[in-house]
């Protein structure tokens, strides 16, 4: 099955793993089990923004990590965040939440990643769809992405 985000990576040439699984249950646990990529390096992507609605970002957090909303809106120089509404996060993205991913979304917005992540080489991310994982290497993430690299993961 071939995804805007899938398109997105072979348009820039990144090589890429694809696991699809029968998405019975949301969340990195269930994709991680699914797919057999430890939860530390499943990517979880959020759609987040300031308080007021204004600002939007995705954050990626590890699967067994949440994001610490004080720690974030420091990182970015702002008062407050919060997780955007499932409708905000979908028209954004034009991705259904369970299978929203940063790769080939309708809006392009900047990115904040969990630091803790750059430990790996390789990290598991979704690819645009319920059920579609891809594996790609961190370097190649960053680069396409490029984005703001801050510890945000609650304690």
Avoid: W
């Avoid at 990195?28 to 992507?45: D, H, N, S, V, Y």
């Avoid at 994001?67 to 034009?94: F, I, P, W, Y």
Wanted: proline letters at 3%.
């Amino acid at each position: 099955m071939k995804t805007r985000g899938i398109e997105f990576l072979e348009k820039n040439r990144v090589e890429h793993k694809v696991f699809t699984y029968d998405h019975k249950v949301k969340g990195a646990e269930f994709a991680a089990e699914q797919t057999g990529i430890e939860l530390e390096r499943m990517i979880k992507t959020l759609v987040v923004c300031d308080v007021r609605g204004k600002d939007f970002y995705f954050v990626l957090m590890p699967g067994d990590k949440s994001v610490d909303m004080k720690k974030l809106a420091k990182c970015l120089g702002k008062k407050k965040m919060r997780m955007s509404t499932v409708q905000e996060a979908q028209k954004l993205t034009n991705y259904l939440v369970g299978g929203i991913s940063p790769f080939g979304a309708k809006t392009k917005l900047p990115v904040v990643m969990e630091k803790s992540l750059e430990q790996f080489e390789k990290v598991g991310i979704n690819g645009g769809g319920r059920g579609i994982i891809v594996e790609i290497s961190l370097n190649d993430l960053k680069s396409l992405l490029n984005p703001e690299v801050c510890e945000v993961a609650k304690s």
